[in-house]
């Protein structure tokens, strides 16, 4: 399923639009109004999807299995978002270049719509925060090089996104947004843009982002709210308060008996950031109704600026929550993503977040998760 948001806006028409449209035979079909200006129609948004790390962004990757693949397309699943790393790239590996040519036209010849994201590595991570004029050369690079292979591929199914979770202030990120906009628009004039904003891609940060000076584009955004409860038990960073937290359910509230045990035996251990947290976050209840509310501001967004939106990633962490809160919170966030016509990819496929066992294998496809994700009702 692909989301064309509805309305519509005037845009007046620019010359690389009408030279899209004279490419794909279009401009004949089109009456043009006087007044040199006409109705755009909004880019199809990708959605019922899933990201797919730890492949083409590294040269060991391991790809999904062809049955894998095609197991999860006829569950129902429409779209990838692909991880690639942009210091393969701009270093001029060819072969990283082939594995993300093949990697894209195999899922595009299955029916799948693919986001290729640049997702910085942690050295562009680095540069770009401490060094960001080298970082923002090398995120060029990156692009300059793979704009070739986008531009081979289908415009109807693959999107380029411009940068995962840029770190940088927002006043230093959208000029760089732009400038990897051109870069890649200048070899990809009918593909849709996919960028979010910095440093998060939080919800938050999007109200105070303008969108870009382009008619084809899509803003993403992502959603792990509330972290207390989406990260609890998160591994990589043991000095967070979040890998002190377990068990917590969805919906909650303060008054919770679980919210309450699990603070008490916080502040009894002595450790009061970890109970703060939870209760800083649980200052608003945690219910359906407020996952909606955050999805009706999107919306929002999107209509007062002609933008669409997606969130191509959101999810919980498997190691310590009940299965029930868990696939609850998913299906509150795909519910209103879809009741607002916002598209989605869940992070991830088959690690902590993930609802398969391996992407090698057909066995071990969590049913509760994936009829969250995309079953009826």
Sequence with gaps: MRLTNSGSRTTTITRRRVLALAGGSALTALSLPMSGSVQAAKPAVPTRGFNLPDWLDRKDGIAPSEAVLEKLRQTGFESVRLPVNGDLLSAGDTAALH???DGVTDLVGRGFAVIVDMHPSADLHTALRDDFDAGAERAVRAWTTLRDVIADLPASSVYPELLNEP???????VPLRDRLAETVRSRCPLHTLIWGPAPYQGTWELADTPPLADDNQIAAIHFY?????????????????LAR????PFPATKETPRVRELIDELRAAGDGQAADLIEEQLSTPWTKAAIAAEFAGLAHWSRTHGCPVIVD????LNFCVDAESRTFWIRAVRRAAEAHRIGWTYWELDQGFGFIGSRRSTEGFD????AALVGDG
Excluded: K, Y
């Design 99 to 101: 594995r993300i040519r």
């Design 167 to 173: 770190p940088l202030e927002r006043a230093v990120w």
């Design 225 to 241: 709210t509330p972290m207390a409860f989406t990260h609890q038990c998160q591994t990589w960073d043991t000095s967070s308060p």
């Design 245 to 248: 937290i377990a068990n917590l």
């Design 313 to 316: 990633e959101f999810g919980v």
């Design 367 to 370: 049913r509760s998760m994936i």
